[in-house]
């Protein structure tokens, strides 16, 4: 039996790949899904993932949040085409935290259908952590590989500011 701590928080969906949740302590979180294959064709079925919390309390530890993201995570990986960028930037100084955690969500909850590549950029006192995800039986695998490599190679800065 899963206890209440790992059930996911009631979702709504506002498209499908728009989503949103308020946990226990009335924080709203917003998580979507933007496509990326507009900039670069090579990445099909790729759209960059992104997590917002309004407002700025501080919020305590959580895991409905990791089983809620992760709910939606599944949804969005029935497709077996679509792919995601996780990009952690160093605007706040805290995305290696960011990275750490996603990093530890893929871990514990990836049922091995997933594969994940990681990449470090940084210049000056900029820095962006960036990782792929795809299902290991996409049919773009090859392609999302070797487009998510030029990618690192230009400058992969004027996409994600």
């Keep these: 039996m899963v206890s209440n701590s790992q059930n996911p928080y009631k979702v709504t969906e506002s498209n499908p790949f728009d989503y949103s949740f308020v946990n226990r302590d009335g924080i709203k979180y917003h998580l979507y899904f933007t496509p990326i294959s507009d900039l670069y064709p090579d990445l099909v079925n790729t759209y960059s993932f992104s997590i917002e919390r309004e407002g700025t309390n501080p919020h305590p530890l959580d895991r409905r949040i990791a089983a809620t ?83 690192l190679s230009q400058d992969f800065y004027e996409i994600v500011i």
């Design 69 to 151: 993201v992760v709910d939606v995570l599944r949804r969005f990986f029935q497709n077996v085409e679509n792919a995601m960028i996780m990009v952690c930037d160093s605007t706040d100084g805290k995305q290696h935290r960011r990275r750490n955690l996603f990093d530890r969500w893929f871990h514990y909850y990836n049922d091995g259908t997933l594969t994940a590549i990681n990449a470090d950029l940084g210049e000056g006192d900029y820095e962006l952590l960036l990782s792929i995800y795809f299902k290991k039986d996409n049919p773009y695998k090859q392609q999302l590989i070797r487009a998510f490599g030029d990618l």
